[in-house]
């Protein structure tokens, strides 16, 4: 085994020790690779002060752009590097970790971009009567410190989602990265400093989610939680904020509909690609597909040849389609309820299977409504097969759910598609593919219990911003 490599809490632009740390798995061996700093209430009091003083020295919306343009080139030089730590902290194969690290790279380079225009608009006060000798314009000012508080998945992307609107609309911020994959941040963290970041605009602060996340929360010099994660996590935020902003990009039980006058091969393919990559543990990931009576038995059996190609094993591996999950407890937990479902009348008509940490991708038809694979939201490799016959009942099918962040729906039928857009309960419907379809710069959030706010920075930037009004009389 190669040595165990130590990292460091990143606080005021300098790198610093706790007396505590804690180990980070390489989730393929389930052996310890490298280890960081468990910070305590004190280190964090540091950062959110350190965050707080930064605001006070000017940083252009120019400089913002030039740091966050550098940092993306300097991300580009290190692809490879940053692309196996993903697959060493998450287990994501190779391919989709580079496939990560290049959204990431992305997701900087808009925000550079839109760091250059944030702008308010003009008022026209002087429309009111009295009012004939005013002006009136807003501008968009930070919101002051944001805590960012992330989750495993998409440790990198994710992540830039969160500090780059920050940094570009003039924040201080501070990192709470996942305790499973805390390693790209910190070394993301690097590329700023590199990039002539000023002190204090970044900090990073590793260790215990509760705990930390208490502190911050106690803190009242920190005006917005911006999180991604569980709904669990996500209304203790939104309970403890009080009256400060809170952006939640939370959980879902993603459905996504196969009519029946579809491009059958589209859907196959974008189904099976979109259930499984990550093995599932995306929040817009495929769990539940809904197909019209008439195309049920030729898509679930040409499902099922499609997933049975995908190879299974080491992430570290190129022709590797789906790796391990996040842990072993959590493809136990996976195991655990696709039996449940199975004792409960479900069939199984692909995987079920368990190797350590990796989970085999997992087809059932025969499911019910209320079993924990189709009414929770799995985050793992299993999707769920259903049927309907008419569109209302398909549409209300979908809309059964406590979550509402994307679906998708395969027609060519325009009137359905229309229909669906104005009636299905979610933040994005995406018609002709799978409801796991993301792009940086498009708004992405949710409604019912899968949050509040969008991202995509120039969202983002609206959230990270307040508007003033500026009042003249002239
Ligand atoms: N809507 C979206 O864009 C996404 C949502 N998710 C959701 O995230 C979940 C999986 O990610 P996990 O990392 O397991 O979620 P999680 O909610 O357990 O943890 C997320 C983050 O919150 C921290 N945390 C834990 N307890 C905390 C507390 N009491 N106060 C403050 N912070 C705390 C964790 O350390 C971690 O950094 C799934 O439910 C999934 O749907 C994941 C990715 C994207
Ligand atoms: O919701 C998630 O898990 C991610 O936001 C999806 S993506 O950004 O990796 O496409």
């Given at each position: 085994m190669g040595a165990v490599q130590q990292y460091k809490l990143f606080i005021d632009g300098k790198w610093e020790q706790a007396d505590q740390t804690m180990e980070v798995i390489d989730k393929f061996t389930l052996k310890p690779f490298a280890a960081i700093a468990k910070a305590r209430r004190q280190h964090v009091t540091a950062a959110v002060q350190s965050a707080h003083a930064?605001?006070?020295?000017?940083?252009?919306?120019?400089?913002?752009?030039k740091v966050l343009s550098k940092v993306a080139q300097l991300l580009q030089e290190h692809r490879e590097?940053?692309?196996?730590?993903?697959?060493l902290e998450v287990g994501k194969p190779i391919r989709e970790s580079l496939g990560e690290v290049d959204r990431a790279i992305q997701t900087l380079i808009i925000s550079a971009e839109e760091a250059k225009r944030i702008h308010g608009e003009g008022v026209p006060v002087e429309a009111a009567a009295g009012s004939e000798k005013?002006?009136?314009?807003?501008?968009?000012?930070?919101?002051?410190?944001?805590?960012?508080?992330?989750?495993?998945?998409?440790?990198?992307?994710?992540?830039?989602h969160k500090i780059c609107p920050a940094i570009a609309a003039g924040n201080s911020v501070i990192l709470k990265p996942s305790d499973l994959t805390p390693i790209v941040s910190l070394k993301l963290a690097e590329l700023f400093s590199e990039a002539g970041l000023p002190s204090g605009r970044l900090q990073v602060v590793t260790g215990d989610g509760p705990e930390i996340g208490t502190w911050l929360l106690d803190n009242e010099q920190v005006r917005m939680f911006s999180f991604t994660g569980s709904l669990r996590v996500g209304q203790l935020i939104r309970q403890k904020a009080g009256i400060r902003k809170v952006a939640l990009e939370l959980g879902n039980n993603s459905a996504t509909i196969v009519h029946k006058d579809c491009n059958m091969d589209q859907a196959v393919e974008m189904v099976a690609v979109k259930s499984f990559n990550n093995s599932g543990q995306v929040c817009i990931s495929v769990q539940r597909v809904f197909v019209h009576e008439d195309i049920k038995a030729e898509f679930a059996r040409r499902l099922k040849e499609r997933t049975e190609q995908f190879v299974v094993g080491n992430p570290h591996d190129k022709q590797t389609d789906i790796g391990p999950m996040i842990s072993l407890k959590e493809a136990e937990r996976v195991e655990g309820w696709v039996q449940e479902a199975v004792d409960q009348g479900a069939s199984l008509i692909s995987g079920g299977k368990r190797d350590g940490a990796l989970y085999y991708p997992t087809i059932l038809t025969d499911i019910k409504p209320e079993m924990k694979v189709c009414r929770q939201e799995v985050f793992g490799p299993v999707v769920s097969i259903d049927t309907y016959q008419e569109i209302d009942e398909v549409i209300h099918k979908v809309n059964d759910s406590e979550y509402g962040l994307q679906a998708g729906l395969f027609t060519n039928d325009l009137a359905f598609a229309m229909k669906a857009a104005k009636e299905i309960e979610v933040g994005g419907l995406i018609i002709n593919d799978a409801s796991a379809y993301r792009v940086d710069h498009m708004p992405y959030g949710g409604v019912k219990n899968s949050g509040t706010g969008k991202e995509g920075p120039s969202y983002a930037i609206e959230e990270m911003t307040e508007e003033k009004l500026i009042v003249i009389n002239l």
């Open positions: 930064a605001l006070k020295t000017p940083f252009s919306p120019f400089e913002r752009y590097d940053f692309a196996n730590t993903l697959v005013r002006i009136a314009f807003t501008m968009r000012v930070p919101v002051g410190v944001i805590a960012a508080i992330t989750p495993f998945n998409v440790p990198l992307n994710l992540v830039c």
